[in-house]
């Protein structure tokens, strides 16, 4: 069966040094993995996706996430945080049970201090 | 584009009153559609998920149902709503074919007292 694990439930950074939320998954196939964030009271919006193309993956606002199928690992990074960046991110991984039902980690929250 | 939406945004409704929250997707068509809830401070939980008009599929059993009546509309009810319904109701949809990534509609906050 599929699962995701978000390793930290908290991070906090400073404004304008790097992010990391590190996220490893289980998977018996060759999975499609997701990076979502949350702003409060908001719904979830896409970061970015990974579908078996390349294994550094771009996403939006300035996010990154790298495949790395020796250790099981998707960890999401941005060079520089910005206060807008505090949220809960979510690392998400398809289900391979069909009808692309999807499998949230439990979310880390990054705050983003001046 | 496509966009996706919910109301109403926030809801406050007594014990044992019924539920009616709609969800409507924009600009696809033959869409997946899924109904999560979000408790406060926890993940999400998928309650519901339709693949077609009139195909539902419950993935927890509760007080909750949930009707698809047309193509791009999902509805989420209850006859009688418990406490323990509060929460974050996010809708959702996806293509019918791959790499799925869902999106999600802004969401209606429920708190039952």
């Known amino acids: 069966a599929q699962s995701v694990t978000q390793l930290d439930s908290h991070v906090s950074v400073s404004e304008g040094t790097p992010v990391l939320l590190r996220c490893n998954y289980s998977?018996?196939?060759?999975?499609?993995l997701f990076w979502y964030v949350q702003h409060p009271n908001k719904g979830l919006q896409l970061l970015l996706k990974?579908?078996?193309?390349?294994?550094l993956v771009k996403g939006i606002n300035g996010f990154e996430a790298e495949f790395k199928k020796s250790e099981t690992s998707f960890h999401l990074t941005k060079p520089s945080a910005h206060m807008s960046d505090a949220a809960e991110y979510f690392c998400?991984?398809?289900?391979?049970?069909?009808?692309?039902?999807?499998?949230f980690g439990a979310g880390t929250r990054l705050a983003v201090h001046p | 584009s496509q966009t996706i939406h919910q109301w109403p945004a926030t809801l406050v409704q007594p014990v044992g009153s019924p539920l009616s929250l709609e969800c409507t997707v924009e600009?696809?068509?033959?869409?997946?559609l899924y109904w999560y809830r979000q408790a406060a401070g926890r993940g999400l939980q998928l309650l519901f998920y339709?693949?077609?008009?009139?195909?539902i599929s419950s993935e927890v059993p509760q007080n909750l149902s949930a009707s698809r009546p047309q193509d791009r509309q999902f509805i989420l009810s209850s006859k009688k709503l418990l406490l323990s319904d509060s929460g974050f109701y996010l809708c959702?949809?996806?293509?019918?074919?791959?790499?799925?990534?869902?999106?999600f509609g802004p969401g209606t906050r429920l708190t039952v007292t």
């Open positions: 959702a949809w996806s293509t019918d074919t791959g790499p799925y990534e869902q999106y």
């Open positions: 998977s018996s196939y060759s999975p499609s």
């Open positions: 990974y579908t078996s193309a390349a294994t």
């Open positions: 998400v991984v398809s289900d391979s049970g069909g009808y692309n039902k999807l499998i």
């Open positions: 600009g696809t068509s033959n869409p997946n």
């Open positions: 339709s693949v077609g008009i009139g195909q």
